[in-house]
């Protein structure tokens, strides 16, 4: 088949996929579990805070036997939703569907909230361990353990095929598009005097190292640098806001009126529409979080916690922290520089433009040194997530041929930005989340019972 055609194909798929299916099931799932939890996001979201941050800053020393704690799961969970998705994708979201898009990306975020909760509560409940000692877990593990001693066949059949979908999804095909990221912006920053090939090979040795050491590696390199990250990034967005102070409630303002009136507020030239609004955001604010997605489950398994629903609240945050503090700092910044108004730019540009209006040329440089953090911890946290499913497809014996793959892909990624790759990364994502979807929705009575055990008898009722 023709290069070209593929392509087209691919992007036919995806685009039904996304703009009808997995919009449906993942809004859909969100509102499920909101109901069905009796609204566990609003009724536990201070415990879930207590419960991610309290012990981050204990003077107790923990063992190396303890494994990975609550906070850095989530610093894994975090490094891989947070990506160039918070920068291009919110800009997309605004220029294609207005700032209004932004309410609505909050609305399908809170409902992801639900869903992603339920995600680590299972992970937790039916994780296994692996021969080195440490805690494994994910989709392909509960629907195995979880739809598979009423269903084996059909648990057989979903586990294998996500398993075999987030690898090349993420580990192989995200991994190029992510090094591609990164070499595109390191080279944009140095004035284009940068050979790719060289940031390729860089970013590939800085990731091996990580890779080599495991969970525990991958677990002190997120819980060192995510924080980092998002703190170097609010800063840059605090300094932004003080400079374009008087724009700030008029932005908020202009959000909500565009929300349910963009006629009026855009004014109807632009042509943009209520559905059109509503989808853009809701769209963000489901694939930048990964709610349902059944991508971070594998990192909020790994957690040593007393109890299920414990790692559950721990999930919440992640996605409070993705879409409504990062997603939502990036939206800012485009409105209150005004950089949204430029319709001859897109994606990442829009937020460049937003940089480059608040510190000048400096702007350009501050935005890449950000896109390359974003892109690398994601990276680290994607080829987490395809181990552990290069675990459960072959044992052990596939993570060495596994780790070396994904360097290559990383090294390929930075040569050149192909469209075929980033439309099958797009379709392979969109697919991993069927299975994911069914086997949450079949298992919803253990999330009930597992919430029910924890509220009732809390920590000493510990599994």
Known sequence: MDQKVLNDTIVAINSFLSNNILLIALLGCGIFYTIYSKGVQFRKLGAAFKQTFGGVFSKEKKSEDEGVSSF??????????????????????????GPGAIFWMWLAAILGMATIYAEAVLAQKFREKDDEGNFVGGPAYYIKNGIGPKHPGLAKVMSTAFAILIVIALGFVGNIVQSNSIATSVVAATGGKLNPI???????????????????????????????????????????????????????????????????????????????????????????????MGSTPHAHATANVAHPVLQGY?????????????????????????????????GALVTQEAFTRAFGPTGTILLAVALGFFAFTTIVGWYYFGETNIRFLFGHKGLWPYRILVLLCIIAGSLQEVDLVWNTADLTNSLMVIPNIIAIIMLHKHVKNMTLHYETNGKEGSL
């Open 72 to 97: 850095q799961a989530l610093a894994v969970a975090i490094a891989a939703q947070v990506g160039t998705g918070n920068v291009a994708g919110v800009a997309t979201a605004i220029m294609a569907g």
């Open 198 to 292: 060289i940031v390729g090979i860089v970013v590939a040795v800085l990731a091996g190292g990580v890779f080599i050491g495991g969970i525990k590696r991958i677990a002190n390199f997120a819980q060192l640098v995510v924080p980092f990250m998002a703190l170097v990034y609010i800063i840059a967005a605090i300094i932004m806001m003080v400079k374009f102070h008087a724009h700030i409630i008029p932005a908020f303002k202009l959000i909500f009126e565009a929300a349910f009136n963009p006629e009026a507020a855009l004014g109807g030239a632009l042509g943009i529409t209520i559905k059109m609004a509503a989808a853009k955001g809701v769209g963000r604010g489901l694939f930048s979080n990964e709610a349902g």
């Open 314 to 346: 721990t999930a919440m945050v992640g996605v409070f922290i993705d879409t409504i503090v990062i997603c939502t700092v990036t939206a800012l910044m485009i409105l209150v520089t005004e950089a949204w108004t430029d319709k001859s730019l897109n």
